[in-house]
């Protein structure tokens, strides 16, 4: 259970930054890194383990008839992953802790950072293809919220929308892509989809699946044609750009290919894919970079051009193939984190990262340039460092394959041309900055920065160099358990630094004097570049997104013509006809079953109900009126599941009933009490000829099927109520354990619409009219002695009601959600007893941490049985004697049950208590002489009644 620690720390750390930022920067910067490092221990902890190929495994069931289950997996690729995410994230937050100014809110940033970084880590050990894909825009969200962390920045904000626009779409068809994977193998767990290679590569589905997947992974790792979203994530701040490029967000592309190779991987449609799409970000993606004038720019795009590189590799697939990717994952992790920290710290200290504004930095800032010069030679591969070596094994693998037909001789080529535009773009970023004579002076006298802000970057850089003269260590500690992680099976390579001369080192030796050759001749390449200046990408997504809104207004405007009538129409004909469609296949409307008796009763309520709907819809001008009539729908409704058996449900209804009439009649006060005729005759004809028409058919339909046995799953509830939930009310118990999961998704959006509509009335005024239709003027006795009085004694017993209700519900008629609706009907008399004021004042608590507490309190009762190893939601119950009481069950559900009851509770008077307040008041509201106020709604004691009011009204209500 250790292991489920590694992705929780980083999550937990989270909400470290919010309550550490008070007591100082370097307090936080120190709290914040605690617990990744804690994760970073223990991921190295199990090192011995996974040098020798062994897989740890760890799960909780989560919704196993889903197929989903939060499961994590460490194996070598997980580690090597995990070295880069939690060991680059801790130098990103010493590195931050000196860039970031004392304006900026460091908190939001470390939470931001580290939910980034938790959001990695669990990428790379999901051993779910779901929880893969659930931590995967975990990535896109926290991304979105670094990128646009400097939001007053326009670059900013439209580089966060498009990262976030472009991933998110990946992330849909990756979904797609995963469920369809999941469908073929019949599984989401990954040791077994893994295993599953010949069976996927057979099924007829697997061209579709392989292209959705892929997609999500291009995107995500910026291949062509995705790629220009990653150069404007420039605007956010430097450790941002450090720590997305080198260890996280676009490394999580590269990990899907390589975590779902041994699955996926062995096709030609792979390797026709993967490898051509990757060779053209190579060399597409190095040649802007070669062109850019902006140093951050330079070095987003020299991070597409080499994730493609680690592509191709990947598309190639062989074993050495997949050696070269990985192997080149971890030099340009190190490479490109210490460049751009380096070109951080130009900024910082130079004031500019244009290219004509920099030069003889080297006299100003030698140990910075140092640094950045072992990192530049790395990213272009000079020997001695760790790049040479893995683009080395690039230009071998390029060379023996024969996997992409006619293309694998153009291959090795294409390679060469990556590798010259990879060292020219590298060295005019090293001596344009550091050696060249500036065209102009910079804004700021350069110098060199604080020793511990160069700190990781010369740290990082020293692995370049140690990385590049002593591979084999690397080879044996990380190397070897990620191979056999990605090929199921151990791997016997031998890295190195010299191989002999050949005909990669030949294609080395080309890219390097090329590229060379190619960066002295750059000012010629100016000249050209300027007949051809690049487009701005992103114009052209703004444009294109501003297109896209425009046609989607266009065909809306077209379909739409803004009538609520002509919808319904449209809408209740379409279930006309298939109703009458289905019906006129039947060759007998009454099935074997037959009729059940009918009695007076039955007649009388049948009656009654069909008068008080009709006298709805005949009074619907007339609110109040058209309101009265819809409670004694109600009412009957309430009284018809009684009747047949459903207590429950008649005790919910009837509850319902009494919160909606008390919400519809606070809103109506502020309606027009008698609404004007709108329907024309023709119109309500229509309208009484549909509505004739579904009645008969629905009820056609119902009685279709009520006279027919039909497959129902209620006899399974009835068989496990008592042994699996320990409870015999049957509804209850599926509400709180068999349908738990319902439950709780439901007090959560109802705990969410009550607080949204908290806010959307916080502050509200609306105008409180002074008199009736006829102009009767409201009476100025607001709360009434009578209900004051009973207002007084009712609360109390509903209390006591509620908690009887609520206390019997596992076993009888009742629940945390009709106690929780009957409480809040006893406190809303009280408001409109005694008014907001009065109450509020007694009762001197906000409702809106009763609703979240109560979500709280549900979700904990499910985290609970995960504890002792259950699956989320699942309840205990057992029989306890108690002194005095005797014997009594007990069970978890009630703490369940107690959390719904408090999510309605909270949820209900968020909604009514504020909704009472929601008037236009001139003056303070005056306590009569009993203590309540004039005031539920309190109004002003002038004519204000508008336009309906009669001015020399004066008879009152």
């Given at each position: 259970?250790?292991?489920?620690?590694?992705?929780?720390l980083?999550?937990?750390?989270?909400?470290?930054?919010?309550?550490?930022?008070?007591?100082?920067?370097?307090?936080?910067?120190?709290?914040?890194?605690?617990?990744?490092a804690?994760?970073?221990?223990?991921?190295?902890?199990?090192?011995?383990?996974?040098?020798?190929?062994?897989?740890?495994?760890?799960?909780?069931?989560?919704?196993?008839?889903?197929?989903?289950?939060?499961?994590?997996?460490?194996?070598?690729?997980?580690?090597?992953?995990?070295?880069?995410?939690?060991?680059?994230?801790?130098?990103i937050?010493?590195?931050?802790?000196?860039?970031?100014?004392?304006?900026?809110?460091?908190?939001?940033?470390?939470?931001?950072?580290?939910?980034?970084?938790?959001?990695?880590?669990g990428?790379?050990?999901?051993d779910?293809?779901?929880?893969?894909?659930?931590f995967?825009?975990l990535?896109?969200l926290?991304s979105?919220l670094?990128?646009?962390?400097?939001?007053?920045?326009?670059?900013?904000?439209?580089?966060?929308?498009?990262?976030?626009?472009?991933?998110?779409?990946?992330?849909?068809?990756?979904?797609?892509?995963?469920?369809?994977?999941?469908?073929?193998?019949?599984?989401?767990?990954?040791?077994?989809?893994?295993?599953?290679?010949?069976i996927?590569?057979?099924?007829?589905?697997?061209?579709?699946m392989?292209?959705?997947?892929?997609?999500?992974?291009?995107?995500?790792s910026?291949?062509?044609?995705?790629?220009?979203?990653?150069?404007?994530?420039?605007?956010?701040?430097?450790p941002?750009?450090?720590?997305l490029?080198?260890?996280?967000?676009?490394?999580?592309?590269?990990?899907?290919?390589?975590?779902?190779?041994?699955?996926?991987a062995?096709?030609?449609?792979?390797?026709?894919?993967?490898?051509?799409?990757?060779?053209?970000?190579?060399?597409?993606?190095?040649?802007?970079a070669?062109?850019?004038?902006?140093?951050?720019?330079?070095?987003?795009?020299?991070?597409v051009?080499?994730?493609?590189?680690i592509?191709?590799?990947?598309?190639?697939?062989?074993?050495?193939?997949?050696l070269?990717?990985?192997?080149?994952?971890?030099?340009h992790a190190?490479?490109?984190?210490?460049?751009?920290?380096?070109?951080?710290?130009?900024?910082?200290?130079?004031g500019?990262?244009?290219?004509?504004?920099?030069?003889?930095?080297?006299?100003?800032?030698?140990?910075?340039?140092?640094?950045?010069?072992?990192?530049?030679?790395?990213?272009?591969?000079?020997?001695?460092?760790?790049g040479?070596?893995?683009?080395?094994?690039?230009?071998?693998?390029?060379?023996?394959t024969?996997?992409?037909?006619?293309?694998?001789?153009?291959?090795?080529?294409?390679?060469?041309?990556?590798?010259?535009?990879?060292?020219?773009?590298?060295?005019?970023?090293?001596?344009?900055?550091f050696?060249?004579?500036?065209?102009?002076?910079?804004?700021k006298?350069?110098?060199?920065?604080?020793?511990?802000?160069?700190?990781?970057?010369?740290?990082?850089?020293?692995l370049?160099?140690?990385?590049?003269?002593?591979?084999?260590?690397?080879?044996?500690?990380?190397?070897?358990?990620?191979?056999?992680?990605v090929?199921?099976?151990?791997l016997?390579?031998?890295?190195?630094?010299?191989?002999?001369?050949?005909?990669?080192?030949?294609?080395?030796?080309v890219?390097?004097?090329?590229?060379l050759l190619?960066?002295?001749?750059?000012?010629h390449?100016?000249?050209?570049?300027?007949?051809?200046?690049?487009?701005?990408?992103?114009?052209?997504f703004?444009?294109?997104?501003?297109?896209v809104?425009?046609?989607?207004?266009?065909?809306?405007?077209?379909?739409?013509?803004?009538?609520?009538?002509?919808?319904m129409?449209l809408?209740?004909s379409?279930?006309?006809?298939?109703?009458?469609?289905?019906?006129?296949?039947?060759?007998?409307?009454?099935?074997?079953?037959?009729?059940?008796?009918?009695?007076?009763?039955?007649?009388?309520g049948?009656?009654?109900?069909?008068?008080s709907?009709?006298?709805?819809?005949?009074?619907?001008?007339?609110?109040?009126?058209?309101?009265?009539m819809?409670?004694?729908?109600g009412?009957?409704?309430?009284?018809?599941?009684?009747?047949?058996?459903?207590?429950?449900?008649?005790?919910t209804?009837?509850?319902?009933?009494?919160?909606?009439?008390?919400?519809?009649?606070?809103?109506?006060?502020?309606?027009?009490q008698?609404?004007?005729?709108?329907?024309?005759?023709?119109?309500?004809?229509?309208?009484?000829?549909?509505?004739?028409?579904?009645g008969?058919?629905?009820?056609?339909?119902?009685?279709?099927?009520?006279?027919?046995?039909?497959?129902?799953?209620s006899?399974?509830?009835?068989d496990?109520s008592?042994?699996?939930?320990?409870?015999?009310?049957?509804v209850n118990?599926?509400?709180?354990?068999?349908?738990?999961?319902?439950?709780?998704?439901?007090i959560?959006?109802?705990?969410?619409?009550?607080?949204?509509?908290?806010?959307?009335?916080?502050?509200?005024?609306?105008?409180?009219?002074?008199?009736?239709?006829?102009?009767?003027?409201?009476?100025?006795?607001?709360?009434?002695?009578?209900?004051?009085?009973v207002?007084?004694?009712?609360?109390?017993?509903?209390?006591?009601?509620?908690?009887?209700?609520?206390?019997?519900?596992?076993n009888?008629?009742?629940?945390?959600?009709?106690?929780?609706?009957?409480?809040?009907v006893?406190?809303?008399?009280?408001y409109?007893a005694?008014?907001?004021?009065?109450?509020?004042?007694?009762?001197?608590?906000?409702?809106?941490?009763v609703?979240?507490?109560?979500?709280?309190i549900?979700?904990?009762?499910?985290f609970?049985?995960?504890?002792?190893?259950?699956p989320?939601?699942?309840s205990?119950?057992?029989?306890f004697?108690?002194?005095?009481?005797?014997?009594?069950?007990?069970?978890?559900?009630?703490?369940?049950?107690?959390?719904?009851?408090?999510?309605v509770?909270g949820?209900?008077?968020?909604?009514?208590?504020?909704l009472?307040?929601?008037?236009?008041?001139?003056?303070?509201?005056?306590?009569d002489?009993?203590?309540?106020?004039?005031?539920?709604?309190?109004?002003?004691?002038?004519?204000?009644?508008?336009?309906?009011?009669?001015?020399d009204?004066?008879?009152?209500?």
């Amino acid at each position: 259970m250790t292991l489920l620690w590694i992705p929780l720390l980083p999550l937990l750390g989270v909400l470290v930054p919010a309550f550490t930022a008070s007591r100082g920067r370097f307090v936080c910067t120190l709290a914040t890194a605690l617990l990744p490092a804690l994760a970073l221990a223990m991921t190295l902890q199990h090192l011995p383990a996974l040098m020798d190929g062994e897989v740890v495994r760890a799960s909780l069931d989560w919704a196993p008839q889903m197929g989903l289950d939060l499961a994590f997996r460490l194996d070598g690729l997980s580690l090597l992953f995990n070295l880069l995410i939690l060991g680059i994230g801790l130098l990103i937050l010493l590195y931050a802790h000196f860039y970031l100014s004392a304006k900026e809110n460091v908190g939001r940033f470390y939470a931001f950072l580290i939910l980034f970084m938790a959001s990695m880590v669990g990428i790379v050990m999901a051993d779910n293809l779901l929880v893969l894909w659930m931590f995967w825009e975990l990535t896109s969200l926290s991304s979105f919220l670094l990128i646009g962390f400097w939001s007053h920045r326009s670059e900013a904000r439209k580089g966060a929308r498009m990262a976030m626009t472009i991933t998110g779409a990946g992330g849909l068809a990756l979904l797609a892509g995963l469920i369809l994977l999941g469908d073929i193998v019949g599984s989401y767990d990954m040791q077994t989809v893994l295993e599953s290679g010949e069976i996927i590569r057979a099924d007829p589905r697997y061209p579709l699946m392989l292209v959705l997947v892929l997609l999500g992974a291009f995107t995500k790792s910026a291949q062509f044609p995705f790629h220009f979203w990653l150069p404007h994530a420039m605007a956010a701040p430097t450790p941002v750009s450090a720590y997305l490029h080198s260890a996280t967000m676009v490394k999580a592309g590269i990990f899907l290919m390589a975590r779902l190779h041994p699955a996926l991987a062995g096709s030609e449609l792979w390797s026709a894919l993967v490898a051509v799409i990757g060779i053209v970000t190579m060399v597409y993606a190095a040649w802007f970079a070669l062109v850019e004038a902006d140093l951050k720019g330079i070095l987003a795009f020299s991070t597409v051009s080499h994730l493609g590189l680690i592509t191709v590799l990947l598309g190639i697939g062989s074993p050495m193939a997949v050696l070269a990717a990985l192997f080149h994952i971890l030099n340009h992790a190190t490479f490109k984190a210490a460049l751009f920290m380096c070109s951080g710290i130009i900024d910082h200290e130079a004031g500019t990262r244009d290219l004509s504004r920099l030069g003889k930095l080297a006299k100003a800032m030698p140990v910075t340039a140092l640094v950045m010069s072992v990192a530049g030679a790395a990213m272009a591969g000079v020997p001695l460092f760790n790049g040479f070596i893995s683009k080395e094994m690039f230009f071998t693998e390029t060379l023996g394959t024969h996997t992409l037909g006619g293309l694998s001789l153009l291959l090795p080529v294409l390679a060469t041309i990556g590798g010259v535009l990879s060292v020219g773009y590298s060295v005019r970023l090293i001596h344009a900055v550091f050696f060249a004579e500036p065209r102009h002076a910079p804004p700021k006298a350069p110098h060199e920065p604080p020793h511990l802000m160069r700190l990781p970057a010369e740290l990082l850089a020293i692995l370049c160099v140690a990385i590049g003269l002593f591979p084999a260590i690397m080879a044996t500690w990380v190397m070897a358990p990620a191979v056999q992680a990605v090929l199921l099976r151990p791997l016997e390579f031998h890295l190195a630094l010299w191989h002999g001369f050949n005909l990669p080192l030949a294609m080395s030796a080309v890219a390097l004097g090329a590229g060379l050759l190619l960066y002295v001749l750059h000012r010629h390449l100016r000249r050209f570049i300027r007949d051809f200046p690049p487009r701005d990408a992103s114009r052209i997504f703004e444009a294109a997104v501003q297109c896209v809104g425009d046609k989607a207004e266009a065909i809306t405007a077209f379909l739409d013509n803004a009538s609520l009538q002509r919808f319904m129409t449209l809408l209740l004909s379409m279930a006309l006809i298939m109703g009458a469609i289905g019906l006129a296949h039947m060759s007998g409307l009454t099935g074997a079953s037959g009729n059940q008796p009918l009695d007076g009763i039955l007649i009388l309520g049948a009656v009654l109900l069909i008068f008080s709907g009709v006298g709805t819809v005949l009074t619907h001008r007339h609110r109040l009126i058209s309101l009265l009539m819809l409670s004694v729908v109600g009412l009957l409704v309430s009284l018809t599941f009684a009747r047949f058996s459903a207590p429950d449900l008649a005790l919910t209804q009837l509850s319902v009933e009494v919160v909606t009439m008390i919400l519809l009649m606070l809103a109506l006060f502020f309606l027009p009490q008698k609404t004007p005729r709108e329907s024309t005759p023709g119109r309500a004809l229509r309208d009484l000829i549909l509505s004739c028409g579904l009645g008969v058919v629905f009820a056609a339909l119902n009685y279709a099927v009520l006279t027919r046995e039909t497959a129902s799953i209620s006899t399974f509830f009835l068989d496990n109520s008592v042994p699996g939930g320990g409870g015999h009310n049957v509804v209850n118990v599926i509400l709180v354990d068999f349908r738990g999961f319902d439950t709780l998704g439901e007090i959560t959006v109802l705990a969410i619409a009550g607080l949204a509509i908290f806010k959307l009335l916080n502050r509200l005024r609306l105008f409180m009219p002074h008199s009736d239709s006829e102009g009767r003027v409201w009476s100025p006795d607001r709360y009434p002695m009578i209900l004051t009085s009973v207002s007084q004694v009712v609360l109390p017993l509903a209390l006591l009601v509620s908690v009887f209700i609520f206390l019997r519900g596992h076993n009888l008629p009742g629940g945390g959600f009709i106690a929780g609706l009957i409480t809040a009907v006893g406190l809303i008399l009280i408001y409109m007893a005694r008014g907001v004021a009065w109450t509020q004042r007694r009762l001197d608590f906000p409702y809106q941490p009763v609703a979240i507490i109560g979500v709280g309190i549900a979700a904990l009762t499910g985290f609970g049985s995960w504890l002792f190893g259950y699956p989320f939601l699942t309840s205990a119950y057992g029989h306890f004697k108690i002194p005095l009481v005797g014997e009594i069950e007990l069970a978890t559900a009630m703490l369940f049950d107690l959390g719904v009851y408090l999510a309605v509770v909270g949820a209900t008077l968020m909604i009514l208590a504020n909704l009472g307040k929601v008037t236009t008041p001139h003056r303070p509201a005056k306590e009569d002489h009993g203590g309540s106020e004039r005031g539920l709604h309190r109004t002003d004691e002038k004519n204000d009644a508008g336009p309906s009011a009669s001015p020399d009204a004066k008879e009152t209500v």
